[in-house]
């Protein structure tokens, strides 16, 4: 058995993946594992923070959802081809957001449509899936209230309406995906930590450390 795992947290802006992460790397420490590695999508290499800073902040010029597509598979190949895929038979990856992200945001948020995501999927050969996705399911209100006093990026910016449809776009996928866990992200976060440290123990106890 591989003696680590590849953990991807996902939910809406302001559903708390952030600190869920830092969050798992202390409990994966305080296993004693320490060949963790924490990235996050858009971005995680030098090229793929350049575009996440294009895709989060771009203002003064009229921004095409299928621009932000583009870019957005872009920063997921560097991610892909300069830390996942060197290091996932050796180290326990942690990243905030994945390809799941997607789905939920371009197809569900924006409405492309979804032959186009197959097609860059295959295109950019995303063959590495990870061992348990952890989806903070949390109620657009609620995240939109967590964020309010936040200096808002363009993405953040949409209104309740966008989140719900991203939001129903993560159930919808996570009903049919047995590695997506849903967590309930409504409560208090330290609510959300227990439920959280339930899966990520279950995960370690299933792996040889
Ligand atoms: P996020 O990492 O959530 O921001 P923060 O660190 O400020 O909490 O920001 C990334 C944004 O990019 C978020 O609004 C969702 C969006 N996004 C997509 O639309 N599609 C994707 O595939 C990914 C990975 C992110």
């Known amino acids: 058995m591989k003696n680590h795992k590849f953990i991807v947290i996902e939910g809406i802006d302001g559903s708390g993946k952030t600190t869920i992460c830092n969050y798992i790397i202390k409990l994966l420490k305080n296993f004693n594992i320490t060949n963790i590695i924490l990235t996050h999508e858009p971005g995680g290499t030098p090229v793929a923070e350049k575009l996440r800073n294009i895709?989060?902040?771009?203002?003064?010029?009229?921004?095409?959802?299928?621009?932000?597509?583009?870019?957005?598979?872009?920063?997921?190949?560097?991610?892909?081809?300069?830390?996942?895929?060197?290091?996932?038979?050796?180290?326990?990856i942690i990243s905030d957001?994945?390809?799941?992200?997607?789905?939920a945001y371009q197809i569900g948020?924006?409405?492309?449509?979804?032959?186009?995501?197959?097609?860059?999927?295959?295109?950019?050969?995303n063959n590495i899936k990870?061992?348990?996705?952890?989806?903070?399911?949390?109620?657009?209100?609620?995240?939109?209230?967590?964020?309010?006093?936040k200096k808002k990026d363009r993405i953040e910016n949409e209104s309740i309406n966008f989140f719900?449809?991203?939001?129903?776009?993560?159930?919808?996928?996570?009903?049919?995906?047995?590695?997506?866990?849903?967590?309930?992200?409504n409560n208090s976060l330290e609510n959300v930590k227990f439920l959280v440290k339930k899966k990520i123990i279950k995960l370690i106890k299933f792996t040889e450390i």
């Open 97 to 103: 957001r994945y390809d799941i992200s997607s789905y």
């Open 55 to 92: 895709i989060k902040f771009t203002k003064k010029e009229n921004f095409s959802y299928k621009t932000e597509l583009l870019l957005i598979y872009a920063s997921r190949l560097q991610l892909l081809n300069n830390i996942i895929r060197p290091n996932i038979n050796t180290h326990w």
């Open 109 to 125: 948020g924006r409405g492309i449509n979804k032959k186009y995501i197959t097609f860059l999927q295959n295109f950019i050969k």
């Open 130 to 149: 990870p061992d348990i996705i952890i989806y903070l399911d949390i109620d657009p209100i609620i995240a939109l209230q967590r964020i309010k006093f």
């Open 164 to 185: 719900s449809r991203v939001r129903n776009y993560y159930l919808k996928i996570a009903k049919k995906n047995k590695i997506i866990k849903i967590i309930n992200a």
